[in-house]
Each structure stands twice: as C-alpha cells, then as structure tokens.
C-alpha cells in the first residue's frame, strides 16, 4: 500500500467511533516494576500500608506509568495500515492526570483519530486520548497524541 492510499484509509477513520482497547491490569507488580525502572519509588506508589493513610486510600500507578501504556493499548485497539514498516511517537500537545488509577484496577484506551497529514516519507497521525479506568466514571488520562508513521518505498 502506497503512503497516499494509506492516507486515504485513516482520513475516513477521521469523525468515527473512537478505537477501544482491551483492558489492562495495573496491578502492584507492574507498579513496582515502573518504580524500580524508573527510581520514582514514592510510597504513594510502592507502600501499600503507608498509601493506605492517604486519601488514595491505597497505592495508585504512576501518571507515567498510565501514560506510558499507550502504546500497547493502541496496538490491541487499531489494525495496522497495510506497508507500515514503523510507528514513532513524536510527542504530546496536551496530556491531563485527571484520576489516579489504584492498584489492581484495569484500564484502557479510546483513541479518536483528530487528524493525519502526509509528509515526503511519513504521515503524522493526531489523536484524542483518553484512558478509562474500569468501573470509574471519571478517566485516569486525557491526551492529544501525535505519531509518525513510515511506510515501505
């Protein structure tokens, strides 16, 4: 699939249902893991009995963490265009903490395609984010998400 026709796929994507994620599970072991990778072992995050004193009532992933889930989430939610031979996220122009997610709930994202422009060699796909904590009302994360995607010549 050439990068033209690849453009023309996504524009129709532009104005759809958003594309769901399966659910994720943020248990302690991911949380502490991220804590330990990352050095961020602040005991909102990594002392269960110390967290439980908070009004989190318990311990909650990283921001970073949730943040950094996109990817996955992404990939389990939307099919690949045909030729991709790679995706690069190229950043943020908004992200918002908006609820801590506790330890051992799940989550997942919605993605809704803002817009796609094509370059020389890539597209660059914008997206509305937001990550949905199981049984929750309230999101844990709302984002703009900008990713470069490369095709095979």
Do not use: C
């Amino acid at each position: 699939m050439s990068i033209a026709n690849a453009l023309a796929q996504m524009e129709r994507l532009a104005g759809s249902e958003p594309l769901v994620s399966h659910w994720f599970m943020m248990d302690q072991d991911r949380i502490d893991a991220f804590a330990d990778v990352t050095e961020d072992r602040q005991f909102i995050h990594t002392d269960p009995v110390a967290a439980a004193k908070t009004p989190f009532g318990g311990t909650i992933a990283h921001g970073l963490l949730t943040l950094s889930m996109l990817s996955a989430m992404y990939e389990s939610a939307a099919k690949m265009p045909e030729g991709l031979t790679q995706a690069v996220n190229y950043g943020y122009n908004r992200i918002r903490f908006v609820s801590p997610v506790p330890a051992g709930a799940r989550i997942r994202g919605r993605f809704a395609l803002r817009s796609v422009q094509q370059d020389d060699t890539h597209l660059t796909q914008t997206m509305d984010v937001t990550v949905e904590i199981e049984n929750r009302e309230r999101p844990a994360l709302v984002a703009e998400w900008i990713n470069r995607l490369y095709f095979a010549r």
